[in-house]
């Protein structure tokens, strides 16, 4: 947490960065469990470690695995737009 003179609370919360560190741990060692399960998931790359074409490819892929799957709840005959 950051002291501002003038204010009257600390500002950026610490409790932000913990949260942070607390869920890319969790993912880091989901990701761990499916792929020593032979089950490894997709995952994001930034272009400065696997290249620009590499990266676009990974981001596109999820993303329209996302949508795939956004588009099977929203018409479930169930969901608030039926």
């Known amino acids: 947490m950051v002291s501002i003179p ?8 610490g409790s932000t960065l913990g949260g942070t ?3 890319n741990a ?3 060692e989901t990701a761990r469990r499916l792929a020593d399960a ?3 998931p997709p995952v994001l790359v930034a272009s400065c470690l696997a290249g620009s074409t590499e990266s676009t490819q990974a981001f596109e ?3 329209d695995e996302h ?3 956004i588009a099977r709840l929203w018409l479930r005959p169930d969901s608030p737009t039926s």
């Open 6 to 13: 003038g204010l009257p609370y600390p500002v950026a919360p």
């Open 61 to 63: 892929t999820a993303y």
């Open 67 to 69: 949508g795939r799957r």
């Open 38 to 40: 032979g089950s490894p």
């Open 21 to 23: 560190a607390l869920v």
């Open 26 to 28: 969790i993912k880091a």
